[in-house]
């Protein structure tokens, strides 16, 4: 029986070695997937966040609704209701834009994106929707309608009174012209069903004229108004 010596024994280190030098992909793959999570951990606390801060607001908002007069809450509702065309209580950024103006608030573009960065909601988008270059489109803002009441009431709160009598103002001053004359008095009177004699209309005018030149300006206007 031959020795067990006779036959050489298998190598072994050149077999470490080369295992030695092969990557660790597991761990890799590990500290990817812990970045990963990491990363859609912290845009969940953001989405958290956005949403606690937007019903904080919401909740604000409808308090100071509830300061505002009936009239003032009905424009506020009917503004928002004539340019949410697809009546889904949202608006976007140009019907935002109108829906302001016709409520006497012309604000520039950059400040109209900050009130949607703000307090808006992003838009549903089909899972096929993307970009010419084939990546995702930038997220559409919407404005829902309590944060709509919410911004609204809080400008019109803020607003200086001298604003919304001159608003009313030039409801009455046909034409722009800078005052309210006597033509101006009877036509409101008309669209407003009032029945008033042209002595009355007149004697209106020259108990606030205080220039004597037969017509009310903003000035006298304000007076009125402000007494």
Do not use: W
Request: charged fraction near 35%.
């Amino acid at each position: 029986m031959a020795s067990s010596s006779a036959h050489p024994s298998f190598p072994s280190k050149p077999y470490g070695s080369a295992y030695s030098k092969l990557p660790d992909r597991s761990l890799g793959a590990f500290g990817a997937s812990t970045a990963q999570q990491q990363q859609r951990e912290a845009q969940r606390q953001e989405r958290e966040r956005e949403r606690l801060e937007r019903e904080r607001m919401e909740r604000e908002g409808q308090s100071q609704l509830a300061e505002l007069t009936e009239e003032q809450r009905e424009e506020i509702n009917e503004a928002f209701g004539l340019f949410d065309l697809d009546r889904d209580k949202r608006i976007d950024y140009h019907e935002l834009k109108v829906a302001m103006k016709a409520l006497g608030f012309d604000l520039p573009k950059n400040e109209i994106l900050a009130i949607l960065q703000t307090h808006g909601v992003p838009a549903e988008q089909p899972p096929s929707s993307s970009s010419a270059a084939g990546g995702p489109r930038p997220t559409r803002l919407l404005l829902p309608l309590a944060q709509f009441q919410a911004v609204m009431s809080q400008k019109i709160r803020d607003r200086d009174p001298r604003e919304e009598i001159l608003r009313a103002f030039e409801l009455f001053d046909d034409g722009a012209k800078g005052v309210i004359n006597l033509e101006d008095l009877r036509r409101v009177a008309r669209e407003l069903g009032e029945g008033l004699e042209e002595e009355e209309l007149a004697a209106m005018i020259e108990e606030f004229d205080l220039d004597g030149d037969g017509a009310i300006n903003r000035e006298e206007f304000l007076g009125i108004c402000l007494q």
